[in-house]
């Protein structure tokens, strides 16, 4: 059983940065792509950036390219979501998830673990 744990999220003013981390542990061997999803309240779960944990081919919504980077550190069984340049409409609890799958998806049913979530709120 695969279990995710993150850690990081806090209230930052617009502009700031923050970095999230998910530590991942019992069968990671299990799991080829790790993801952050968001959800706002009175919204649906997105898909924020994923990577792979064998080649590092990530990807990204386009609402977050060129201020999120997503990263991973296989030694620690890690992965990173660095935010930078944060917005008031960030705002959300973000969730790491993990999959089988040997490509990088994008749709939440896909993926098998999920973390239980670590709040970001930007103040304007």
């Known amino acids: 059983q695969v279990q995710l744990v993150e850690s990081g999220g806090a209230l930052v003013q617009a502009g700031g940065s923050l970095r999230l981390s998910c530590a991942a542990s019992g069968g990671t061997f299990r799991t080829s792509t790790m993801a952050w999803f968001r959800q706002a309240p009175g919204k649906g779960r997105e898909f924020v950036a994923a990577i792979k944990w064998g080649g590092g081919s990530t990807s990204y919504v386009d609402s977050v390219k060129g201020r999120f980077t997503i990263s991973r550190d296989n030694a620690k069984n890690t992965v990173y979501l660095q935010m930078n340049s944060l917005k008031p409409e960030d705002t959300a609890v973000y969730y790491c998830?993990?999959?089988?799958?040997?490509?990088?998806?994008?749709?939440?049913?896909?993926?098998?673990?999920w973390g239980q979530g670590t709040q970001v709120t930007v103040s304007s």
């Open positions: 998830a993990a999959s089988s799958r040997i490509v990088v998806v994008r749709i939440a049913l896909e993926y098998d673990y």
